[in-house]
């Protein structure tokens, strides 16, 4: 293991190239994670509630015989069915080859499989640039791939699953304790504010309203950067995010044609606010007061 980081720090390209790949091919299976793990909670909602309301259903739901999580059943193709074979499903490259439609029916493949693929690349790769070999790099490629998991699933489902932003917010918590991001106490503050600033918000906009303005799931990805970089940086945060929100998604409603009153997922905005913060937050704070300071 040490022979391979001695090699990573001496030749800088050889690892900018493995976590370039490497990210690519994680690219992959968090296609597989966005498409499953909302039909893997929507399929336990449903016996849940078939369980509880088991008296009053006249149908009561009926859960598949066959396996569905994110290992089974195996990558088919979305319109024939047809099971693909392992060197069509290769990241970027199998979409290339197969000039982005299907070997088993020619009916056309998302160009956004390798688009996720490849922006996990490029995000792992920008990890790698900025902290190079250490165990923060690490860190942060795996916040940096739940992230992005959570950008997509939030756009299809307007849901940030727990089962992503929780044990994320434990990483991050645990990190500070390993001396890895800041202070313990610090993260831990920052946690709790991050919720609370949301969680605020929320209330204050229900209670005017009588709407909610945002998910729970809002609240707990904002804790998540409030342990990471500390309650100092959740101002930025909250304005970048903002911003961008409302620029995208006015824009998007716009060419959709829909009505402005169309609730859009906020936490894409977050995540991404977030990010860029960890990486480029200082250089932006420091160019902010640099302008307004006489």
């Known amino acids: 293991m040490s ?4 090699t990573f720090s001496t030749t800088p390209w050889f690892y900018y190239l493995t976590i370039f790949l490497a990210s690519i091919c994680i690219g992959s299976f968090l296609n597989v994670v966005i498409y499953r793990l909302p ?5 336990e909602w449903k016996a849940e509630c078939s369980l509880l309301l088991a008296d009053n259903l006249k149908t009561p ?19 024939c069915n047809t099971k693909i074979k392992p060197w069509y499903n290769l990241p970027v490259f199998g979409w290339l080859f197969l000039r982005g439609k299907a070997a088993c029916c020619g009916e056309k493949i998302s160009v956004r499989y390798p688009s996720i693929e490849l922006l996990t690349g490029l995000s792992g790769l920008v990890i790698a640039y900025y902290f190079g070999v250490t165990e923060q790099a690490l860190l ?4 940096t791939y739940a992230l992005i998991t959570l950008i997509f ?26 001396g890895l991001t ?20 929320y209330w204050v906009f229900k209670l005017l309203t009588g709407k909610e303005g945002m998910g729970y799931g809002d609240f707990k ?7 990471l970089l500390g309650w100092q940086a959740l101002p930025m945060i909250v304005l970048m995010s903002s911003l961008v929100g409302a620029v995208i998604g006015i824009t998007v409603l716009s060419i959709q ?38």
């Open 153 to 178: 699933i939030d756009i299809d489902h307007m849901l940030l699953p727990d089962q992503i932003t929780l044990p994320l917010l434990w990483l991050v918590l645990l990190a500070s304790v390993m």
């Open 3 to 6: 022979s391979i980081l001695e």
């Open 140 to 143: 942060y490629l795996l916040l």
């Open 182 to 201: 800041i202070d313990p106490a610090q993260a831990i503050i920052g946690a709790v504010t991050g919720y609370l600033v949301f969680w605020t918000v």
């Open 257 to 294: 044609g829909k009505d402005k009153a169309t609730p859009i997922p906020f936490g894409p905005y977050i995540a991404i606010a977030g990010w860029i913060s960890l990486i480029w937050g200082e250089s932006i704070q420091s160019t902010y007061f640099n302008l307004i300071t006489p």
């Open 221 to 227: 990805l904002m804790a998540v950067f409030g342990a």
């Open 61 to 79: 739901y009926e859960a598949s015989s066959q396996a569905f999580n994110l290992i089974t059943p195996s990558s088919t193709c979305p319109h």
């Open 39 to 43: 039909k893997m909670m929507e399929n």
